[in-house]
């Protein structure tokens, strides 16, 4: 075993509609959060955002500018780069809740600053939504 934790790599969305964002609650961790979760072995980040995406939303989407990553240390005391898109929606299959995320909600972007739990997702928010204003 390495005395070095392993670099966890992670991707995920923010998914903008009609001036809203999507986002999630996590029951684990009683928080709300856009949606992301770690590379499988040999996925690139691309893939795994738009895989978590899905996962953890029921929608598929396609991916539009890369946003500002955010680097970490997460809760196992890891180091962890998530790398993060906009997206827009395709298909919405409908969210079936599980143990890792039992609720999802479209709401007014303006809501978001109070929503959201972490600075870094309202961050992430404000960006796609300036990114989605120069496109």
Same mark, same amino acid.
């Given at each position: ?8 790599? %992670?991707?995920?969305? *923010?998914?903008? %509609? ?9 029951? +684990?961790? $009683? ?12 996925e690139s980040h $691309? &893939?795994?955002?738009?895989?978590? *995406? ?18 970490? *240390? &997460? ?12 997206? /827009? *929606?395709?298909?919405? $299959? ?7 995320? +039992? ?13 959201? &739990? ?11 939504? /300036?990114?989605? &204003?120069?496109?």
């Open positions: 075993m390495s005395a070095f934790p392993r670099h966890v790599q %992670a991707a995920g969305g *923010v998914i903008l %509609a009609a001036g809203k964002v999507c986002v999630i609650h996590r029951p +684990d961790y $009683e928080d709300w959060s856009l949606p992301k979760g770690k590379l499988d072995e040999g $691309e &893939d795994a955002a738009l895989r978590e *995406v899905h996962e953890e939303t029921g929608l598929r989407c396609t991916l539009g500018a890369e946003l500002s990553p955010q680097q970490y *240390v &997460d809760r196992k005391g890891r180091p962890k780069t998530v790398r993060w898109w906009a997206m /827009a *929606v395709v298909d919405d $299959e409908g969210l079936t809740p599980s143990d890792e995320v +039992d609720e999802r909600r479209w709401i007014p972007v303006a809501e978001a600053e109070a929503l959201l &739990d972490y600075e870094h997702d309202r961050a992430l928010v404000r960006e796609a939504l /300036a990114s989605a &204003d120069r496109a």
